[in-house]
């Protein structure tokens, strides 16, 4: 699924309302054969969600990573490096295991078509003319590390000193694993630029490395895989990045496995296409955390995947000064646990957002969820905002004859799954139309008169699923006329911990439950509530008598006046 290919037509389309997306068939096996490339369009809902993370993936060249079937350990050639100083260099294919130290390079430069191996067992690898470790030449190599070795490799010097500013640089794609139970470690220090940089492919399959970077901690150029091992980065700039910007099927990040953590200046995860997680532990902070404000010209997102970005397994821990998860495209969460903190937005796409499964928990943010189009079928959805909750948005402004008018191609619908929203401002909101046909969403809303718990220019349709709002009562919105499935609406006032209660003309309890904080008008709708007939709201014991269908009495009534435009940031530096 190649969205930087199509963007165009998806923007065009996303503005008569229509949903399109790319699939490829297949999966993408770790090898040096080109993944296909070819992709079709269809209709969102016929890609099974189950298949999102391996149809993209596909849909890109597959990243090299080595195995042990490509070294030969036993009969490695020793390098005892021996306190030396100046270049050891490496002209044939094979496995050579180094040892000792050097004030100087390691210098691989073997034939285009070889597969060459090194061996770490107990490195100290320093230079202060270039990288410390430099891949010149060679088609595969393997940097292996030795159960129980301790290995450093730091770069020293001015980035005018060589054009590959990293303590370890190929122009080959490069695997770092284990050599056997995985104890080896690596201690990579970059005082020039990057830490370790590959201008092919980068995968770490084994081993523990540490990073610490002017620039860019970990880079791969046509892409980055993770399958194993434990990577801790901090950067200066981004912390794992890939960046090829020339091909459509590269510049992407795979994280299948092992545990990352991020401390970045810049944005933690960044790939110039895709970002896939499906099983890796991931916990970054970028920009100082939610607790901090990037600056204009700093991007400083959490993870960033400027196409796609699909969330399918595996766990994830944000804290950003900008966007937690953001996509100039879009971002499908299927799987795994997410644990969003942002003084930005929680998860934002400029296009698309799905939520079909997985655990997300959005701590803290200035808007929740925002994309032009959002839908959310399942998983269960937490979210703390101090504006919107949830935000459909296209980021175009509302013509000044019409400033209500609702925005085309623009729509937020809740159909599965369940979501609790705390927000400041407008709880679920959308500039164009909003439907509620399934699952459970709750809502507790903002507090001042200028927002509603629920907001939209066409006015909240509801077909299905159990709906509860409160908030305050200046700008309360009923669900509109449009609405097939039942609903109550009162003027009722309760505090954080009251119990609010709805019954039928029998006494019968039809819903329970309790405000999280203070409330003015309450909204709710479930299968049990038939338009006309009377029910009891009580709000810790004090009883308001309703009836089925009628609007709040000073509010906005649901409709077309019911919604404002809402704000839509696509990320303080517009990308």
Known sequence: MNLRRTATAITALIGTGALITACATGTSEPSDVSGT???????????????????????????????????????????DLDDESGTVEITEAGTYQLSGSLEGQVIVS???????????????????????IYIQSADDVALLLADGSSNTVSDEGSSESTEENAAIASEADLTIAAAGEGTGTLTVTGTVEDGISSDDDLAITGGNITVTAVDEGLRGKDSFAMTGGEATVTAGGDGIKSNNDEDETRGYINLAGGTITVTSDGDAISAETDVVLTGATVSVVSGGGSSQEAAEDVSAKGVKGSAIVVLAGGSLAVDAADDAVHSNGEVHVVGGDLTLASADDGIHADLLLEIAGGAVDVTESYEGLEAAVIEITGGDTNIVASDDGINASSGTSATSMDPMAAEDGVSLTMAGGTVTIDAGGDGFDSNGTALVSGGTLVINGPLDGGNGALDSASGVEVTGGTLIAVG????????????????????????????????????????????????????????????????????????????????????????????????????????
């Open 37 to 79: 490339t070819e992709s079709t369009t269809a209709e969102y809902s016929n890609i099974a969600v189950d298949e999102l993370a391996s149809q993209v993936l596909a849909d890109n060249d597959a990243t090299t990573i080595l195995d042990d079937s490509d070294w030969d350990a036993a009969n490695a050639t020793a390098i």
């Open 110 to 132: 073997a034939a285009e078509d070889a597969t060459v191996a090194l061996i770490l067992d107990g490195v100290a690898i320093s230079s202060d003319a270039g990288p410390a």
């Open 472 to 575: 305050s009562a200046g700008m309360a919105e009923s669900p509109n006329s449009e609405s097939s499935q039942g609903w109550v609406a009162a003027t009722a006032s309760g505090t954080a911990g009251s119990t609010i209660e709805l019954l039928d003309a029998n006494g019968t309890s039809l819903i329970e439950w309790e405000a999280s904080k203070d409330f003015a008008t309450v909204v709710i709708s479930t299968s049990d509530i038939v338009t006309g007939e009377s029910y009891v709201l009580s709000v810790d014991g004090t009883e308001t008598e309703v009836t089925a269908g009628e609007a709040l009495a000073g509010g906005m009534g649901g409709g077309p006046m019911g919604g404002g435009q809402g704000d839509f940031a696509p990320g303080r530096d517009g990308n």
